[in-house]
């Protein structure tokens, strides 16, 4: 119960910016390229195993944006030339869908076997899912947003099934664009559904920082095991919508803010953890930031982790110290001898 995790990204070191740089300028090759950016997945590895970190991430050190990155490795797209701002002072090139989407080989897998190499704990597959690749791209060439979505998911189950094959015990889709468009929820369940349906890996979809009020009531239809959201940000409001609900999937809690540079106290997360606590069962809650901590510098990111980690360490201890105790016996009351 109250495992540890992280949503995904976590910050590129100072190194691997700038050879991304020389990689634009040719002043750097893609094999250097790559030596680089596994060198951070070990370093990321190594600090999440020595935090104690249950579930790892691979820390997409690989990767630029969350959408790009699959546009550029499956067929049928093409990079677009109009920069669009994701959030923030961060951009990308909104892909575009000009021909049948195909996948001419894996994408993930690669890497998340090479992550799992170096540490004997799970390492979580992350992929972009169906219904937010699809948003996030313009679309030249199917007839409808749903034609686009579900010709998107069909490839991307065929990832999942490679990293279910390879032993990926988690699997995580990040659906983020599903909280912006609630009038489409029922397309995202549905592609969501192709992508997991007869998975034996734990699935997870991650959303955040959307209309939760309007989606909320199909969140329990999101054909996935576990649903991880963003709490801290909103000052753990959110529970609300959960309490008094039979929400019956596992939940990944969001226990620090990754847009703040406030680092969260160890007690003000164990009383957001104890809050949250009133509404879901302990094994039902997985511990983790909001989102990836990719925005962070890796300083704050691991100070944000050890905080996640202490204080879901904290709760943990405290729940399984009083179960071992036990019910307290009456106290008998002394009875006057005759």
Excluded at 42 to 59: A, F, H, N, P, Y
Excluded at 96 to 108: A, E, L, V
Excluded at 158 to 183: F, H, M, N, W
Excluded at 263 to 270: A, G, K, L, T
Aim: glycine share 6%; net charge positive; charged share 30%.
């Amino acid at each position: 119960m109250l495992l540890t995790t992280s949503v995904g990204s976590l910050p590129k070191p100072d190194y691997l910016i700038q050879a991304r740089a020389q990689l634009r300028r040719g002043e750097l090759d893609a094999a250097g390229l790559r030596a680089l950016e596994e060198r951070s997945t070990r370093e990321w590895v190594k600090i999440q195993e020595d935090l104690g970190i249950d579930i790892i991430v691979d820390g997409e050190q690989y990767r630029g944006d969350m959408v790009a990155y699959f546009a550029e490795h499956l067929g049928g797209f093409k990079q677009g030339d109009e920069l669009v701002r994701s959030y923030g002072n961060r951009y990308y090139r909104k892909p575009i869908i000009m021909n049948k989407i195909t996948r001419p080989r894996p994408i993930t897998v690669d890497w998340w076997t090479f992550a799992q190499s170096l540490t004997t704990r799970p390492v979580k597959g992350m992929l972009t899912g169906p219904y937010t690749i699809m948003d996030w791209s313009f679309n030249e060439y199917y007839p409808s947003r749903r034609a686009a979505t579900l010709a998107i998911a069909k490839v991307i189950r065929e990832e999942v099934k490679d990293l279910e094959r390879a032993g990926a015990q988690y699997i995580q889709v990040d659906e983020p664009a599903i909280s912006t468009r609630p009038e489409e929820m029922d397309l995202a369940i549905e592609a969501l559904g192709i992508v997991t349906k007869g998975v034996r890996a734990k699935t997870l979809t991650h959303i955040c920082y959307g209309d939760f009020e309007t989606i909320g009531p199909k969140l329990a239809k999101l054909p996935v095991d576990q649903i991880d959201l963003e709490f801290a940000n909103r000052n753990f409001e959110l529970l609300e919508f959960f309490r008094g609900k039979r929400f019956t999937k596992e939940i990944g809690l969001g226990v620090v803010d990754v847009h703040s540079h406030r680092i969260e106290s160890r007690d003000e997360v164990v009383a957001n953890l104890r809050k949250a606590l009133r509404v879901f069962k302990p094994e039902q809650i997985y511990v983790d930031p909001d989102c990836g901590l990719k925005t962070r510098t890796p300083q704050e990111a691991i100070d944000k982790l050890r905080v996640v980690v202490e204080a879901a360490r904290e709760v943990r201890d405290s729940l399984i110290n009083g179960a071992s105790r036990g019910p307290r016996a009456p106290r008998r009351r002394a009875v006057a001898s005759r």
